[in-house]
């Protein structure tokens, strides 16, 4: 499997519902960044969490960082139809400089 | 604040002809990198550069692509007679002075689309 694997590949749920998405990745990290991505359109940043933190939040999005497991979740809270999207993890490896290494994303879709 | 802009947006080549494809990062931002993303999967990282200089091309194939950033102007992307298997959205990016390693955010442009036919 690869560096930063989300799971489940798709997720449909209801309006008003909670999300939570995973993602697991084999190396030592500097941190970790989850990314938005409508259909056609680029990647939007949502949060970052660093290899010393445990848990973040950013309005509705709950992020937590678990590096003895290699894992960390995304939980989007009260889930809008708007939030439907493809969410991407992506790592910064201690050995890889700068650059990112992604997972193949979870899609998601919210039904109104 | 102007975001990483990219053009441009769509692209389409025939077999053999040249892309290229522009970048110009987030004003304050000298750090570019270019990822490809093939229909339904990730992110795939191509190279990663600072003015004038190629820090990291490990992604990028060894034949028939480049990339530079000059000192002036956007940063290119060129694929030199593209083969069907091109066809991709081509994502760059762009970080402040000390890259991602330390905690800075990875801002992306909206792509450029390339379909060759």
């Known amino acids: 499997s690869q560096q930063g694997e989300e799971d489940p590949q798709a997720l449909s749920i209801q309006e008003g519902e909670n999300a939570t998405m995973n993602c697991s990745y084999k190396?030592?990290?500097?941190?970790l960044q989850w990314y938005r991505q409508n259909s056609g359109r680029g990647l939007v940043h949502l949060i970052l969490?660093?290899?010393?933190?445990r848990e973040k939040h950013s309005g509705r999005l709950r992020v937590t960082l678990d590096t003895s497991k290699k894992s960390s979740s995304l939980l989007i809270t009260a889930s809008r139809a708007a939030d439907t999207a493809s969410y991407f993890c992506?790592?910064?490896?201690?050995?890889?400089?700068?650059?990112?290494?992604f997972g193949e994303g979870t899609q998601l879709t919210v039904n109104p | 604040n102007a975001g990483v802009m990219q053009n441009p947006r769509h692209l389409v080549r025939r077999r053999g002809q040249e892309a290229r494809l522009r970048c110009s990062p987030m004003?304050?931002?000298?750090?570019v990198y270019w990822y490809r993303q093939l229909p339904e999967e990730g992110l795939k990282f191509m190279v990663y550069?600072?003015?004038?200089?190629?820090?990291?091309e490990s992604g990028m194939p060894k034949e028939r692509f480049s990339a530079e950033f000059p000192k002036e102007g956007p940063s290119i992307l060129r694929i030199q007679q593209v083969v069907r298997g091109d066809s991709a959205a081509y994502f760059c990016?762009?970080?402040?002075?000390?890259?991602?390693?330390?905690?800075?955010?990875?801002?992306f442009g909206e792509g450029s689309w390339l379909t060759v036919v």
């Open positions: 990016a762009s970080s402040t002075n000390t890259g991602s390693s330390s905690g800075n955010t990875i801002y």
């Open positions: 190396t030592s990290i500097n941190n």
């Open positions: 969490i660093r290899s010393n933190e």
């Open positions: 992506a790592t910064d490896a201690e050995t890889s400089g700068s650059r990112l290494t």
């Open positions: 004003k304050g931002h000298s750090h």
């Open positions: 550069l600072q003015k004038e200089n190629i820090i990291d």
